[in-house]
DNA sequence: TTGTAGGCGTTATCAT
DNA sequence: ATGATAACGCCTACAA
């Protein structure tokens, strides 16, 4: 390649340059290095520079020991985009998440971050400033030829399918998309609901309301069906339902939107997760002296590090989440590297909680 | 270039390709689609739809439309790492984080996330799986050429050296490398450990116990030094210290242990953060039935949102995190594009936070 | 095992 | 405003 050459030629023509001479190059031309710089330096072919730097490739004991010398003394490192350019991969994967990183996402994404690095990707985050981002956000996912994705947000049909066109291996987590087949590692929520209805119901609760997430929430809208599910199996009342935000202060509103228009205080109150049920809980025993769970209890979903603190020792059903990161990257790996079954669907269950914010029945 | 050559000849002679020509070929070729490729169907050069993605690039109006146009119809979208080849920036940051993700590592995350991608750059997590795997993480970040880095954990000088020698810029997160300059924004914790000594002292407390950090962390190492510091300055007893691990199991664990070791309750315990805290408070009041803050006090660092939970109400230094997150994006943008002085160093105060755990005396 | 040479997809320079 | 053409730094047949 002819601007390689006055590379080769601005120099002495014997084999052997030193280390300052080629720093004073880099220097001089104002680039960084290159293989070719390690090439010269070690006395050998830029080719054979690369191939030290590939697992498994052929080179001879003596070359290795020469170049990856070479390498070290000028801090050459091979670069990531130039190399992806010709294999295609970039070894980086996305993901996408929503904005509103509570607590347990942090779990999820060093446990994500754990797994991707011990085989050699890195994560590249995408926060989502708000649910209306995500085209915005997938343009950019694109640019960066991520090797695959995994989305813990909402994802529309039409997204879906463009993950699939771009040939991008996706693996959603606790999510799905209506009408279409996808990778996903879920939480089955709605069975982790009604557990928690029938739990509650053996316990002697008759009058049910219920703190529930975000309307937009997928993962609220599962649970909500399956409490509302459950009670009208069990021939019970449907319950009071409030919204809220899945944030502490919100599950304080909540109970005080409840105690407004019930009335009163109902047997049970079912929150949608962990944080609203210890903020409604907190509010129940301080600000209303409402003994839980003598006279009301609290629940929650989730299993956060919070719920089990001794002051709450809150009564939830525990998503496996590290399980979960841990089988989201397993698949996503699978799907990049073409091992692994495109589609697969992973469901784990939610384990109950046997807390002291609930009074309940037998298992 | 011969290799486009094929493209352009296999087909028509005729300027115009359909689409469904371009994606034939994209699919028997087996390539995805380029800027040729739009080129070729929006009838103009490469070149040319190369700068109607560049902002401010001068194109005719109708160019434009047109290559627009050919490039929804193709799904096109430019390559960030043939373009990071070149324009040698990759729009990544990396941000390098201890494995153990806390709790306020993730709001820094997100509001770092959110700053950068407001900027058109993207992060790289680096989740370090422990403080000896600095040297081969820092090998990966290389590679991926970032065009700078928040680093939140700890960093030898040597370390930091080779940033400099990379000129990779680096903003370091509530650290600093000894006996260097670096680009920083910090919470002086010192100065909130003697803010806090001075106002416990105040309120009568003689008798101070720690549950310290761990040893290796240097945030823990500051608000010790301060908290023994300004005893001294007092005339009052240093502490009697244990050590935690930041977590909420070890500020519990750390109040058995100053019981034991005491032979009975200090004045009051100084825990390292917030988290000890709340742990230390919940086995206080439940487990040893002991009046907080009555008979002991018992205060955190870092204002996380727990603490201000109804059943908490902590008495506390709040580190402004959100600001500081701001900040260091701030300054790293700078950093990159060349604006923004070098070593910077940001320092930011910690707030009282006059919570329930305390008996204190007048500011 | 080693070197030669071409190509990955873009941006930048320079005529036109 | 537009189009050739040369980089950017690496990988990979292929030939030796």
């Known amino acids: 390649m002819t601007h390689r050459l006055p590379v080769m030629t601005n120099s002495t023509p014997t084999p052997s340059h030193t280390i300052a001479d080629i720093k004073a190059i880099l220097h001089r031309e104002a680039r960084r290095v290159t293989s070719y710089d390690v090439a010269i330096l070690a006395g050998v072919s830029q080719s054979a520079v690369s191939r030290c730097f590939k697992p498994g490739a052929s080179v001879s004991k003596s070359t290795y020991a020469r170049v990856m010398q070479a390498a070290q003394d000028l801090d050459y490192t091979p670069n990531a985009a130039a190399r992806s350019l010709i294999t295609r991969r970039s070894n980086l994967v996305a993901v996408i998440v929503p904005g509103a990183v509570s607590q347990h996402y942090s779990d999820v994404l060093s446990e994500l971050s754990r797994q991707f690095s011990l085989r050699g990707m890195h994560i590249v985050l995408f926060n989502l400033p708000s649910e209306s981002e995500m085209d915005r956000t997938l343009a950019e996912v694109w640019q960066h030829r991520v090797d695959g994705a995994v989305v813990a947000a909402r994802l529309s049909g039409e997204q879906l399918a463009e993950f699939e066109r771009r040939q ?23 069975e982790a609901a009604r557990a928690m209805v029938t739990r509650l119901a053996a316990g002697g609760h008759k009058r049910f309301a219920m703190i529930d997430g975000p309307a937009q929430s997928p993962v609220a809208q599962q ?13 019970l009342p449907a319950p009071l339902t409030v919204t809220g935000t899945f944030d502490y202060a919100s599950g304080a509103r909540g ?29 129940a025993r301080h600000d209303f002296n409402i003994d839980v769970p003598g006279r009301l209890s609290v629940t929650g979903f989730d299993g956060i590090a919070e719920s089990s603190w001794i002051s709450y020792n809150l009564t939830t059903m525990r998503q496996p989440l590290h399980s979960m990161a841990q089988a989201a990257a397993d698949m996503l790996v699978g799907l990049v590297s073409g091992t692994g079954s495109t589609n697969e669907h992973r469901g784990y269950s939610a384990t109950f909680v046997d807390g002291a914010t609930a009074r309940l029945g037998p298992a």
Chains 1, 2 share one sequence.
């Open 223 to 235: 649970r909500k069906r399956g409490v509302a599910g459950r009670l009208a199996e069990l021939g």
């Open 255 to 283: 109970l005080r939107e409840i105690v407004d228009r019930f009335g009163g205080v109902p047997d049970v109150i079912v929150c949608g997760n962990d944080l609203m049920a210890i903020g409604c809980l907190d509010t």
């Open 168 to 190: 991008v291996p996706v693996v959603l987590f606790n999510r799905s998309v209506a009408g279409r087949a996808a990778s996903a590692v879920v939480c089955n929520q709605e």
